[in-house]
């Protein structure tokens, strides 16, 4: 079992850190504590195809703490993570959630000697062959338009299968999905709280260009929603509200330096994404608290940086392709333990508690 740790000696500073309260355990409320009073608790799932089963570990453990989960964000991966979540009943996330990620509670025995190569083998059979109840290759590849190598039909059939778009859009939890035009470039959110959101607007997060086409919505272009925000939290940290915020990035920014090709490939990968949202995610602290300080506001918010750090026997950067069983297990099993210990650190009020697996 690998260690996990609590580090957060680089985070950007906000222009003004309040005195506020500590808590032992981040789920406990002061006594007396209303429901109108208590932090809005929301999660931005980040994309990253396969490596999206981390986030039903994350959500697993999360639950355990019996927290209400007020509003759901995601691009990509974590858009479907998302929608599994708004459109299940309660008592039926997790097991919608291990469904469509193939995620059983162990993972099947493959040698750790000859896992690396395993996981290539199957990222490799995923690049060529597809992936049952993910997506096939698209052959021919029609030359009148461009409709990605592979198609997200498996994906489309299985999420109508899964989600109850009824409950989506409830608002119990709000949910927003994140897009990219894919012409301007812009962010474009969908948001259950001024819009119905359908399958269309999921399948349009997860257009991931060249791999899988981008959708026409309202006359526009709809590519990932990784494109411009990776992890959408911007959405919930513009609400007045006191929040216990969770990220969930499924690519760490910090890492060894590369060793070699295949690790550099990786790294590279990891920068683009994972320092997307660290970054992102100060800037946006520092703007929320400016406003809050404007506005005379004490408002003591509670962030959650958890981010999926993979070991050697994953496919390095092909690693998000490997959608094996073993490799889902593995990650979700990954997400659970970050989770729980993210759980027992005390918060850092206003900042980022980032939480790093050795």
Not at 161 to 171: H, K, M, V
Not at 202 to 228: H, K, N, T, V
Not at 327 to 344: H, K, P, T, V
């Amino acid at each position: 079992m690998r260690a996990v740790t609590g580090d957060t000696g680089d985070q950007p500073r906000p222009p003004h850190r309040r005195q506020a309260r500590v808590l032992t355990d981040p789920t406990a409320e002061p006594s007396g504590t209303t429901p109108a009073e208590r932090p809005l608790t929301a999660i931005a799932f980040s994309g990253g195809l396969g490596l999206g089963a981390y986030h039903g570990g994350v959500f697993e453990a999360l639950t355990s703490l019996l927290l209400p989960i007020d509003w759901v964000t995601g691009s990509s991966a974590g858009a479907i993570t998302a929608a599994l979540i708004a459109g299940s009943p309660s008592a039926e996330r997790l097991r919608n959630l291990r469904s469509y990620w193939h995620a059983p509670s162990s993972p099947a025995g493959v040698p750790n000697a000859g896992r690396h190569t395993f996981a290539w083998l199957s990222s490799i059979n995923t690049r060529v062959l597809g992936r049952q109840g993910f997506f096939r290759p698209r052959l021919p590849i029609p030359t009148s338009h461009f409709a990605g190598l592979y198609d997200l039909g498996p994906t489309r059939e299985r999420l109508q299968q899964l989600i109850d778009f009824g409950r989506l859009n409830d608002g119990d939890p709000r949910i927003t999905i994140c897009a990219t035009d894919l012409e301007s470039g812009d962010a474009v959110l969908f948001d259950s709280s001024s819009e119905r959101i359908e399958i269309d607007h999921i399948l349009a997060s997860c257009g991931f260009l060249p791999e899988f086409a981008p959708m026409q919505i309202a006359g526009r272009w709809l590519g990932d929603g990784g494109f411009a925000l990776n992890a959408p939290f911007d959405p919930i940290l513009e609400t007045a509200r006191r929040l216990r915020l969770y990220v969930v990035d499924l690519f760490p920014r910090d890492g060894k330096v590369p060793d070699g090709l295949e690790a550099a490939a990786e790294r590279k990968s990891d920068l683009t994404f994972g320092n997307q949202t660290f970054q992102r995610l100060g800037y946006a602290l520092e703007a929320r608290q400016l406003r809050a300080e404007l506005q005379d506001l004490d408002d003591d918010d509670e962030v959650y940086l958890l981010s999926y750090r993979p070991g050697r026997e994953e496919a390095g950067p092909e690693k998000s392709f490997d959608l094996s069983e073993e490799a889902m297990a593995q990650r979700w099993r990954a997400g659970f333990l970050d989770m729980q210990y993210a759980a027992r650190l005390a918060p850092i009020p206003n900042g980022i508690c980032s939480v790093r697996r050795l």
